[in-house]
Every structure is written in C-alpha cells, then in structure tokens.
C-alpha cells in the first residue's frame, strides 16, 4: 500500500512496509513527505525506531521533517528520545534548537534527553538552561554530575543552570548538595558548582562549606579564581578567611590577587588588603585603593599613589578613593591638571560630589580647553550643574558652537547636548538668554533640539532652588 493510499483509507495502524516508505519519502517532495510525517505520527513503536535507526542516512531537510514526527512519539516511544537527542547535536542551529524544544515540552521522557546532553560542550550548556527552568528541583543531581565530568567544570553553562535550578527548586536542595558535596567530588567541581551559587544569598553556608571541602584538594589557576570569587559570598568561615589572606600576596598571577582583594573585602575585613596599595602589578593596586576608599589607615598612602604612581588607572582609582576626606581635597584638586585625561575626569567627578565647589578655577579651565578630552568636558561640565557655576556661561557656550560644523564628532555632539541642559539648569538671566538665541538658529542638530526641549528635572534646577 503507498502512502496516499494508507492515507486515505485512514487504516488504524500502518503496517512496516508503509512505515518504511514513509521514512524514505522524508526526503520527498513535500506531498510525499506531509503523507509521511501523518503516518509516522501513528506508527508507534516501530515508526519511532525506525526513524532512529535511518537518522544517519537522513537529509538535513528530512529531519527537520521528522521532528513533527517525533514530537507526538516522544511521549511513549524512547526511541524517539534517542533520535531527537541525535537531532538536539545536529550543527544546524535550527534543527538543534527545535529538537532541544521538543524535548523540553516531552515530560518527563524528554527531560531524560536533555541529562543525556549534559556534557556534550557544544549543546550541553542550551539543554542545561531549559532543563533548569524546565524541571528545577529533578535538574539539580544531573547538573551536580555534568558539572563533575571531564571539563564540566570549566562550562559558565552548568554552574549558571545550577543556580537557576537551585533558586527555582520547590523542595529545600540544601541536603541534596549537602549529599553531593559527601561523595568526595574533585575540588575543581565543587569550586565551579560554589560559584554557580554563589548570586544566592540564602545559601552563605553551603557555599562556605564547599569552598572549605575544595581548599584541601589539588586546585588549578581557574578554580583558585572560581574560589575567590565564591568566597566572597561565602559565610563566616576562619578556613576561607585565612586562605583568602594567603591569596593576597602569593600567587603569582595577578588576577587571584585582585580577586582576593574583592574577596577580602566582601569578607568585612578589608585592612587586609592594604597591603595590596603597593602590589607590583597597577590593577591590584587600582583595585586596593577602592577597597580602600574611606579607610583611615591609608589615607597617605592613597593619596601618593593619586599623584605619583605612574599608572593613570591607578591615580585615577586613589583619586576616587579620597571622595570622602576631607583632608585630601588637595590632592583631588591638584589631579584636575593630571597628565591623563582619566585622572582629570576622576578629579573633576570627585569634586563635582563634594558639598563645596572648591577647584573651580581649574575645572573652568578645562571647561574652556578646546583641545580638553571628551571625558573631562563633560565631567566639567557636571560640576558645572552640581554647583551652579552661572559663570560658565560663556564656556558652555564654546563647547556648543564646536558641534556647529556638518562634521562635528559625536562627542562634541553629546557634550554640547550637555551644556544645554547645564544653561537651562543654570537658569540665570545669561543662561536663559542663550537659550533662546540656540532655539531662534536654524540648522540646528536634531540632538540639540532634542535638549532644548526636552523636561527638566522636577526640582527645577538651580534658579528655582534659589542657589
């Protein structure tokens, strides 16, 4: 019997000759393969397999084809199972996410193809994700176990999906990672599965008792980093404590001292890190002077480093680091004349935060530097609307007109937007009267007039506030 002819009588069941056929005509003009794909829909156990077993020989178009197939023999026949679990490792992206779809919405026979997925690391890491989301609480042992194969624990992936699972979960999973942790996986895992946890406040303890189980095994670079960035969310532990402190100053790669100095910090015990200030790589030492920030104890030390260190990331990090001493409003100052326009537009950012509008004569000299970086313009031009300086009129006027010509770049563009916004929070007499004479010009840039009509803030700006 030929497929129309199956088809049409609508027979209760096709017999294998029919079912044979109809996974050939897959590969058939459309006609063909529509009566196909109804027939294998119907053909149970036999159809499911012998689809499975023709997958190899099968076209890209005919699997495509197949999945309307599969889908319906999913929900009984495992052998459909296993060719979508074929289908979801296919490198055309299309046929690889419909397969992974199918699945999904399979349960729970579906649910057990994406397990098998798990460690695939090209595909793995999209079942992990709808897995997760899918069934949280059954995905959180499967993952635990992908997490723990040969490379697992380098996939982003799985300790995402791990999260997820564990944050969705509508049973308590702590005893279920309690239990995993107790069948002595490697330390490289337990670190991955840490910090897949480690966005979860609720779980401060677990996450302390796995970076404790992880310290006493052979750990790599990567899970030393997986580590301190766990321990930083980890709960109160003297293990974790004492080893973070040893991460300060030992290794030699630079980026697990600048993750201890986080990690120290999160801990609430960032005098440690202080003596990371004079570390010899520049963004452990950037990275100190923000831990830093406020703290008595180096205020000296932070304040050299704004002014003589020769790196402009970290002057401009120990800059920021002063905004809230006073004692040092010298030294911020002084950086507004910085070499680096980084250091500049910290300075002025600093200053701009403060309660006095001390700096002034510098920061107006910037303001009115045509040849000034981009960055500390519009810095300036920020301390210009914190403090209502009403005379900057004129320099915010400059830095209008350099966006005039049909050419002007981007920068000067947005700067100028800014220093509209500035003239009609100013909102002096001068100010206003500029104002005005921008909205009589023609020609003027659609960003422009975007800021020249656009609302102010409710509080009025500075003429309304009476400053």
Known sequence: MSLATWVGTASASPDPVVIAEAVRSLDADHDQATAAIYVLQVGGARAAKQIRDAWPSLSLLGRKRALGALSQLAREHDAAIEALVEAGRSEDEELRNR????????????????????????????????????APSFAIEPLLEAIATPGGADRHGLRSALGTAVQRSDEDPKQRLRAWLSSRPSAASVASAAMGLSSLDEYRNIIAAFVEYALMGSIDFAAKWRLLQSAA???????????????????????????????????????????????????????????????????????????????????????????????????????????????????????????????????????????????????????????CRTDAVEALLRIIMRAAPSNALTEDLNNAAHAIEALRTLGSSEAESAVEQLRRTEGVPPTLKMALEQPLPEDGGCAQAGR
């Open 99 to 134: 397969a992974l779809q199918v699945l999904q919405r399979t349960k729970p026979q579906g649910l057990d193809g994406l397990v098998v997925l798990l460690p695939d690391p090209i595909v793995g890491d999209g079942a992990a994700s709808l897995l997760a989301r899918t």
């Open 233 to 387: 969310a980890a709960g109160a532990s003297a293990d974790v404590d004492r080893w973070v402190r040893s991460q300060l100053a030992s290794p030699e790669e630079w980026m697990l001292r600048q993750a201890a100095v986080d990690a120290i910090t999160a801990r609430g015990h960032r005098e440690d890190a202080r003596g990371a200030l004079s570390d010899p790589y520049p963004r452990v030492r950037a990275r100190a002077a923000a831990a830093l920030s406020g703290d008595p104890g180096t205020l000296v030390e932070r304040a050299s480093l704004a002014r003589r260190d020769t790196w402009p990331m970290v002057r401009a990090e120990a800059v920021t680091s002063l905004r809230t001493e006073g004692d040092a409003l010298p030294v911020i100052v002084a950086s507004v004349d910085d070499s680096m326009s980084v250091v500049r537009a910290a300075a002025i950012e600093v200053l701009a935060a403060s309660s006095h509008d001390q700096g002034w004569d510098r920061v107006h000299r910037r303001l009115r530097a045509q040849n000034e970086w981009p960055s500390v313009t519009q810095a300036a031009i920020g301390y210009v609307v914190a403090h």
